[in-house]
């Protein structure tokens, strides 16, 4: 049984950093190709990094340079760096998995495995 938790999402000034962590059972995030999307309100669900099998990393334009997507087997554990925070990023934050490498950021039908999300507030 494949399970994803978020967490690490909370409320932050402009110009702040969270790091969002998704705890993963049932899979290995070794294997997997994983990713972060987000969504904010009336808004489409959109891809902001990802990471497949090999550690290749792929970011949405508008989080280059600021966000940071990484991975460690020990923790089974997904990561998510957010620095430099402005209100756009306001969004529920989910950890998504695929056990097929998904090439650049990948489409949501992608990714099979979704967490229940962490919100991220910006103000």
């Known amino acids: 049984h494949v399970q994803l938790v978020e967490s690490g999402g909370g409320s932050v000034q402009t110009g702040g950093c969270l790091r969002l962590s998704c705890a993963a059972s049932g899979l290995s995030v070794s294997d997997f190709s994983m990713a972060w999307f987000r969504q904010s309100p009336g808004k489409e669900r959109e891809g902001v990094a990802a990471?497949?099998?090999?550690?290749?990393?792929s970011y949405a334009d508008s989080v280059k340079d600021r966000f940071t997507v990484s991975k460690d087997p020990n923790k089974n554990t997904l990561y998510l760096q957010m620095n430099s925070l402005n209100p756009e990023d306001t969004a529920m934050y989910f950890c998504?998995?695929?056990?097929?490498?998904?090439?650049?950021?990948?489409?949501?039908?992608?990714?099979?495995?979704w967490g229940q999300g962490t919100q991220v507030t910006v103000s």
């Open positions: 998504a998995a695929s056990p097929l490498r998904v090439r650049a950021l990948g489409s949501r039908s992608a990714y099979p495995y």
């Open positions: 990471i497949d099998d090999d550690g290749g990393t």
